[in-house]
Nanobody, 127 residues
Framework: QVQLVESGGGLVQAGGSLRLSCAAS????????MGWFRQAPGKEREFVAAVSRSAKSTYYRDSVKGRFTISRDNAKNTVYLQMNSLKPEDTAIYYC????????????????????WGQGTQVTVSS
């Protein structure tokens, strides 16, 4: 059974930083690409960032490029999302996800490319 457990969310002022972590168990972590998604109140869940198995490739939604960094530590079975220069519009529940067989360099932004999801961690950015 795969488990993904996010942590690191919280309340921060605009311009501040947070680092989210997602600890994985139940699979050979290094064999799977990983992603972060978020869902703001009243909105659809949206892609934020993804990282390939070896971390050689990373992908971001345009609105977070230059501010967020996704990374992974395969020895610790953990993926991270460093979020800097946070804005109120970054307020959302953030979810990590484990890539499925449908994951590819062209489908990393699709929810269907991920097979397991964490429970989410709340990030609130005050203005």
């Amino acid at each position: 059974q795969v488990q993904l457990v996010e942590s690191g969310g919280g309340l921060v002022q605009a311009g501040g930083s947070l680092r989210l972590s997602c600890a994985a168990s139940g699979r050979t972590f290094s064999s799977y690409p990983m992603g972060w998604f978020r869902q703001a109140p009243g909105k659809e869940r949206e892609f934020v960032a993804a990282v390939s198995r070896s971390a050689k490739s990373t992908y971001y939604r345009d609105s977070v490029k230059g501010r967020f960094t996704i990374s992974r530590d395969n020895a610790k079975n953990t993926v991270y999302l460093q979020m800097n220069s946070l804005k109120p519009e970054d307020t959302a529940i953030y979810y990590c996800a484990l890539g499925s067989i449908l994951y590819s360099s062209s489908r990393y932004g699709e929810e269907s490319a991920y097979s397991y999801w964490g429970q989410g961690t709340q990030v609130t950015v005050s203005s």
